[in-house]
């Protein structure tokens, strides 16, 4: 079984920040793309950041110039650093991953974890 561990989340004030982590383990043989969404109250999951394979970083436009996707292979994990945060910037944070394993290929999602920016 697959499982992606989610931690880092929590309450800050604005201005602050705040370094998500997703471990994943299980019986993996390769990762391929990894990234960030959240859902705030009442709203759609949103794709928040975005790393390839090979390093190629996406970024909604909401959090461009603030957020950092970051990935270690090595540790089967992803990374979401979180500066200048925004009362705007409260959800649950989601990681999803591409993932093989010896049954196949598909894409997992950690349980999410809560981030709360204060005014």
């Known amino acids: 079984q697959v499982q992606l561990v989610e931690s880092g989340g929590g309450l800050v004030q604005a201005g602050g920040n705040l370094r998500l982590s997703c471990a994943a383990s299980?019986?993996?043989?390769?990762?391929?793309?990894m990234g960030w969404y959240r859902q705030a109250p009442g709203g759609q999951r949103e794709l928040v950041a975005l790393?390839?394979?090979?390093?190629?970083?996406n970024y909604a436009d909401s959090v461009l110039g603030r957020y950092t996707i970051s990935r270690d292979n090595a540790k089967n994990t992803v990374y979401l650093q979180m500066n200048s945060l925004k009362p705007e910037d409260t959800a649950v944070y989601y990681c999803?991953?591409?993932?093989?394993?010896?049954?196949?290929?598909?894409?997992?999602w950690g349980q999410g974890i809560q981030v709360t920016v204060s005014s």
């Open positions: 790393i390839q394979g090979g390093g190629g970083t």
């Open positions: 999803n991953m591409a993932l093989a394993t010896m049954s196949g290929r598909s894409y997992y």
């Open positions: 299980g019986s993996i043989v390769g990762i391929g793309a």
